[in-house]
């Protein structure tokens, strides 16, 4: 049963988080009610203020308040070197746990003939002016393992091919501390396919 009213309102609004289902709603609902109504406030100014004011970079396509997001921004990253994730958020892990010191380009999905998501939803017209330039040497492909996410990266090394530029792709299988009979067999033979020297 649907609680109408403003408190029903707000929790059915927080189950379009991902991985928020009512439970989890409510129970962050109450709590900011409850125990923390300025976090609430400032919350709420805070995703105002960046729905209104974020929009992508120019160059990279990720998400930022500037017109060159900070990574493009900033002279002491390689120009030479660019990195293809799906979404911004792959950005922002991939420099919390790396050492990545060059671009990015964001993509914002990947191929789906079958969604409509073509070479011109994804920008990578764009993504060919910079390859165009001669500047680039090496493409990291790091998009997702799924279907479209393989297809997407092929795609990509093929332009990246007609430029005469080196398209390496991310490593998939075993995760760190992960034990042999816990892998499913499609992680695991594709963990032996892209297999390297000691």
């Excluded at 929009?55 to 293809?84: F, M, Y």
């Amino acid at each position: 049963m649907q609680k109408k009213g403003l408190l029903g309102q707000l929790i059915q609004n927080l189950c379009c988080l991902p991985g928020v289902g009512p439970k989890s709603a409510q129970r962050m609902a109450f709590y900011l009610l409850q125990r923390d109504r300025n976090g609430a406030k400032i919350l709420a100014e805070t995703l105002l203020h960046a729905i209104a004011t974020m929009g992508h970079c120019q160059q990279c396509r990720t998400l930022t308040e500037l017109v060159l997001c900070e990574n493009c921004a900033d002279n002491s990253r390689d120009d030479s070197l660019i990195c293809i994730v799906e979404s911004p958020a792959d950005v922002w892990i991939i420099d919390q746990a790396t050492l990545f010191k060059g671009r990015y380009f964001v993509l914002h999905g990947r191929l789906s003939p079958l969604d409509g998501i073509g070479p011109d939803e994804l920008g990578l017209d764009l993504l060919e002016n910079r390859l165009a330039t001669g500047m680039i040497k090496e493409l990291i492909l790091a998009t997702n393992s799924t279907v479209e996410g393989e297809a997407t990266a092929y795609f990509i090394g093929e332009i990246a091919k007609k430029h005469q530029v080196k398209a390496s792709r991310i490593a998939h299988g075993v995760p760190m501390g992960g034990e042999l009979e816990f892998i499913d067999s499609g992680t695991l033979s594709h963990a032996f396919k892209g297999r390297k020297e000691l």
